[in-house]
């Protein structure tokens, strides 16, 4: 009984003697072209797929959807199951593969999406912000207790001539006229490098249950508190201060920016409400990753005015009026930036 | 046979998958896919390739850069000029390439870096939907304090020699229980991954192999000949399953011939024939070929054998 279903098969087809190979003979050539065009695609090469082609994509890719779920039921030949299995996935992340361009992200982006995700973030702003309020206050009155405590926040080569008890002729000198000198814009943009990674550090560490960016920006700011004391105690406040806001406003707000990243994937992962820890995580971390893509941008933007901006703008009113219009114009941007599709 | 198994292999690992790593992913189509999760020995090959090929590329730029500067010498006043300015675009290319090289590649067609590639693995999104910018850029992110800040940490504090035995031990662990966390949860995600909601699967191209039944015109008489000559009774074909059908398939594709003759005693003794010499192929197609027309045939009729341990039909 067996043998003459076999032999009726070859005498059909002439080709496959099984029910299964004629039914793979019939469509691999479909197959083969969604390979081809796939393989194509893969490699970066969309142009060379033809307009036929890619209009028959969607179509090629449910023949291999329907063609895997038959062999599946009917077919036992794991070489072909495996292979469509192969193709299946494939195609799949093809065809339900990111869909924006990296033009069309940015202006996603830009356009609001990256203001948004800072609206949403606002509650562990405020954190971050009191947390840098106090970390500053720390350290102000660290080394006005005992001057010598300065040395234990911040690397005595790192600050040069801005010690304790430098005159204050010393440390006008750091302020103003430099204009002159050579290597600012390198050391702007090692400054920079070196922002970008504690910023990444104050995000990246918040899944430690936020701990480790908090401990970080209080940290960063002890030392700038210090700093001020420094410049206070010989009467150059108000110009440090200046000197300070020209990039600060910039510069300060966007690590502000990723340690509330930090703390919004940490809290996330502490009390992720109704949702599974897992799928808190994801939902924070893609939001906290488009903060941080912004945050980045605002350290160049800062870096630029710290290495070149300040150089120009040589008096403290000056840079105490750039600084302001850099604050206003970020806080304008976030609260304002894609409101119509808010909700 | 050993060689026939070694033959048998991919590049993706051994003929039976670990069982633990499957996954399934629902399309929109309602098509269930089979999905496995990466090995953690194919993610250690894929990070080693890329940091090697970051490293090169490093080089690479500095070597460009010098090789310029040597041409232009006898330019030394323009050089002068510019130094600064290429001093500026270095810093930050060096910043960049480190986390655009990632970013690009992932955010590809074939989510994957050039060492994810040869290891034939990729980025996916762990919900089976798209996967977007932000997981990416969110993984990517993280692999920063997993990786690259600790060790920039060690080697810089090592250069200006301010290393501690403590720091460096310390350095290490830290190092450690982030490169060790995927080996702690049964997805393979490390921190990354677990934040961004994205996991690193195979992805595996396979080539469409040749249909194992004779189908070749040019051997058709030859094949009429064999198919009149082994033809098997219902007895004799039911001393098998599933898996011994594929495994004969895999036999075939193979086409060993130290295997087939082996495989093609091994059925005779089990169904009492007495093969020819030289003629194992064209009994183990014959075999195979009426073995799995009964086995579909029965499968057809929701009546499925899985290997020749369970019961007959």
Known sequence: ?343 | MSAAIAKGRTRLGPIEPNPDMHREIVTPEGVILAIRVAAASSRAGALMADIIILLGLMIGYLLILAALAFAFQFAREFLDSIGEFIAVISIIFLFLLRNAYFLYFELGDRGATWGKRANCIRVASRDGGRLTAEAVIARNLVRDIELFLPLMFMVSGAVQSQMTGMTALLGFLWVGIFLLFPLFNKDRLRCGDLIAGTWVIEAPRRALAAVVTPKDSSRLVQDEMAQSHYQFTADELSVYGEYELQTLEKVLRADNEEALVSVCSAICRKIGWNPGSGQERLFLEAYYTQLRARLENNMRFGKRRADKFSDAE
Not at chain 1, 84 to 99: I, K, T
Not at chain 1, 245 to 265: M, V
Not at chain 1, 281 to 307: D, Q, T
């Open chain 1, 1 to 343: 009984m067996k043998s003459s279903a076999i032999k009726t098969g070859n005498a059909v087809s002439g080709q496959g003697e099984l029910r299964s190979d004629r039914f793979r003979i019939e469509r691999e050539a479909d197959w083969e072209r969604l390979d081809t065009i796939i393989t194509l695609m893969e490699k970066g090469k969309r142009k060379r797929v033809s307009d036929d082609d890619v209009l028959a994509l969607p179509t090629l890719y449910r023949t291999a959807m329907s063609s895997l779920s038959i062999a599946r039921e009917n077919s036992l030949d794991a070489g072909t199951i495996a292979y469509l299995e192969a193709l299946a996935l494939r195609a799949y992340f093809m065809v339900y593969g990111p869909q924006t361009t990296f033009l069309g992200w940015c202006g996603d982006f830009f356009g609001g999406g990256w203001s948004r995700a800072v609206r949403q973030i606002v509650p562990e702003l405020m954190i971050a912000l009191l947390v840098m309020g106090a970390g500053t206050l720390v350290g102000y009155f660290m080394v006005a207790s005992d001057p010598e405590n300065f040395y234990m926040l911040m690397d005595g080569a790192l600050a040069g001539d801005r010690v304790p008890g430098a005159s204050a002729q010393a440390l006008r000198g750091t302020l103003f006229g430099q204009s002159e000198q050579e290597g600012m814009a390198i050391f702007a943009a090692f400054l920079f490098s070196n922002n970008a990674q504690v910023s990444i550090l104050a995000f990246a560490l918040g899944f430690a249950f936020a701990v480790p960016s908090i401990l970080l920006l209080i940290h960063n700011m002890a030392m700038l508190g210090a700093m001020f004391w420094v410049f206070k105690s010989e009467g150059l406040g108000a110009d440090f201060v200046g000197w300070l806001s020209i990039h600060g406003t910039t510069e300060i707000f966007a690590i502000a920016l990723a340690g509330a990243a930090g703390i919004h994937i940490g809290r996330t992962l502490a009390f992720p409400g109704k949702m599974s820890h897992l799928q808190a995580a994801s939902v924070a971390g893609k939001r906290a990753a488009l903060v941080m893509v912004g945050v980045v941008m605002m350290l160049i933007v800062a870096g630029l005015l710290e290495g070149f901006a300040r150089q120009i703008v040589d008096n403290t009113a000056g840079r105490y009026m750039v600084g302001g219009i850099m604050l206003a114009l970020w806080l304008g941007y976030f609260t304002f930036a894609g409101r119509r599709q808010d909700i």
